[in-house]
Nanobody, 129 residues
Framework: QLQLVESGGGLVQPGGSLRLSCAASRFTLDYYTMGWFRQRPGKEREGVSC????????DYVDSVKGRFTMFRDHANGMVHLHMNNLRPEDTAVYYCAADPTPHTGICTLVPDKDRYEYWGQGTQVTVSS
């Protein structure tokens, strides 16, 4: 059973940066399609970014394009989400999720638990002055 753990959340001022990390104990995430999702207060869970298996690209929701970067840390078998120029509307609980199926197409930002079978417990990101 893959257990995902997110870290790196916290309180940051508008315009600041944070880096979220996702790791699985005893497993590398290198060969999973990975996604970052968030749930803002009073809102449904939404996709933020995703990255496919090696050789397949990534995707971002429009509201974070140019500000957030998702990348793999092959040395440690982790994935990260680097968030720049944070805005109050980015305040949310952020979750990483893993899809074990070897898809050949681009990853999906839909928080489909039939695809993203494994989820972390989430990490709080609060953007406020």
């Amino acid at each position: 059973q893959l257990q995902l753990v997110e870290s790196g959340g916290g309180l940051v001022q508008p315009g600041g940066s944070l880096r979220l990390s996702c790791a699985a104990s005893r497993f590398t995430l290198d060969y999973y399609t990975m996604g970052w999702f968030r749930q803002r207060p009073g809102k449904e869970r939404e996709g933020v970014s995703c990255i496919g298996r090696p050789g397949i690209g990534s995707d971002y929701v429009d509201s974070v394009k140019g500000r957030f970067t998702m990348f793999r840390d092959h040395a440690n078998g982790m994935v990260h989400l680097h968030m720049n120029n944070l805005r109050p509307e980015d305040t949310a609980v952020y979750y990483c999720a893993a899809d074990p199926t070897p898809h050949t197409g681009i990853c999906t930002l839909v928080p489909d638990k039939d695809r993203y079978e494994y989820w972390g417990q989430g990490t709080q990101v609060t953007v406020s002055s």
